[in-house]
C-alpha cells in the first residue's frame, strides 16, 4: 500500500505524455501527484482534470512558466498562465512553483525587485485562493538567480513567494538541516531524490539517482524537513542520465518503493 504522504512529480516520466503517466500512477496506486502544466494543456485541460478527480488524485505541485525577468511586456501573458495554474490547484490541491529566473547582467538584488513586481498580482490571486506559489532554488544558473535556501528565504520575503525544497538542488548546502530550519514555514513542498556526491561509473557529481542508490542522507532530509512542521506529501522528482539509463518506468518504480519504505519508517 501507498503512504498517503509519497507523491510523484510528472518530472520523473518527463518525455511521457500524460496519457501514458496515467497507467503508471493507476498500476502504482497513489494518491498524490505533481504536474506539469504544460502537459495537462497538450492532453487536454478538461479531460486532464477529469482524469484527475476520477481517481482522487490530489495535486502536490504544478510547474507553471516563469517570468523572464528582463522581459517586463512578456509579465502579463504570464501572469495569465500563472493565474490560470492557481485557479487549477485551488480545486484540487497542492502549491504552484515556478522557476525564479534571471537576466544576465544584473546583480542579485536587481532580479528580487524584478520578481517581487513580476509576480506580485499573482501572489495576490493564490492568497484569495488559498494556494500558495512558490519559487524552486536550482543549481542551474541558466535559469535561477537563486541557487542556496538562504538566498531563498531572503527571496521568499522580499516577494511574498513561498519555497520548493528539492534535495536534488539543496544537497550542497553546508549544514542542510541547518537552512531547511531556516526556511521554516515558506515550505510549501518537499521533494525527494538521492544525489551522487562523486563520480560513479561515469556519472558526474550531482547526478539524481533512486532514494538508497546515492550518497545522501535522505532520512535526515526527511526529518529536518519534519522539523519546519511541514505535514504536506513528499514528492519524487527523478531526472537525469541515471534514471534514463535504466529506464523511466523500471526507475520510477525503484524510487516509489525505496520512499514507500522510508515513509512507513518515519511515518507509520
Known amino acids: 500500500m501507498i503512504h498517503p504522504r509519497l507523491s510523484v512529480s510528472e518530472m520523473c516520466t518527463y518525455p511521457w505524455t500524460f496519457a501514458q503517466e496515467l497507467v503508471l500512477w ?53 501572469r495569465a498562465e500563472v493565474n490560470q495554474a492557481i485557479d487549477l490547484a485551488a480545486t484540487r490541491g497542492g502549491s504552484v512553483y515556478l522557476t525564479p529566473g534571471t537576466s544576465p547582467g544584473r546583480s542579485f538584488d536587481e532580479l528580487a525587485c524584478a520578481l517581487a513586481d513580476a509576480a506580485a498580482p499573482c501572489v495576490a490571486h493564490a492568497a484569495g485562493r488559498g494556494v500558495r506559489l ?3 532554488p536550482t543549481q542551474r544558473t541558466d535559469r535561477s538567480f537563486v541557487q542556496t535556501l538562504p538566498e531563498a528565504a531572503e527571496v521568499a520575503d522580499r516577494t511574498g513567494l513561498a519555497l520548493i525544497v528539492d534535495l536534488g538542488n539543496c544537497w550542497r548546502e553546508p549544514d542542510l538541516a541547518a537552512a531547511i530550519r531556516q526556511v521554516g514555514d515558506r515550505l510549501a513542498t518537499a521533494q525527494l531524490c538521492d544525489v551522487l556526491a562523486h563520480e560513479r561509473g561515469g556519472l558526474p557529481v550531482g547526478t539524481r539517482v533512486v532514494p538508497g542508490d546515492g550518497d545522501m542522507p535522505v532520512e535526515t532530509f526527511v526529518h529536518a524537513v ?43
Not at 487536454?44 to 525577468?69: K, N, P, Y
Not at 511541514?230 to 527523478?238: A, I, M, N, V
Request: net charge negative; proline share 4%.
Open 134 to 136: 512558490a519559487i524552486e
Open 26 to 78: 493507476d498500476s502504482l496506486g497513489l494518491h498524490h501527484v505533481g504536474v506539469l502544466d504544460a502537459k495537462l494543456t497538450a492532453y487536454g485541460r478538461d479531460q486532464a482534470v477529469e482524469a484527475l478527480t476520477s481517481r482522487s488524485l490530489r495535486l502536490t505541485t504544478l510547474i507553471t512558466d516563469q517570468f523572464d525577468l528582463g522581459a517586463p511586456g512578456t509579465w502579463e501573458a504570464t
Open 226 to 268: 519534519l522539523d519546519t512542521g511541514y505535514t504536506g506529501p513528499f514528492e519524487l522528482e527523478l531526472v537525469g542520465p541515471a534514471v534514463e539509463a535504466e529506464g523511466l518506468d523500471g526507475a520510477t518504480r525503484r524510487a516509489v518503493d525505496r520512499a514507500n519504505t522510508l515513509l512507513e519508517k518515519v511515518l507509520p
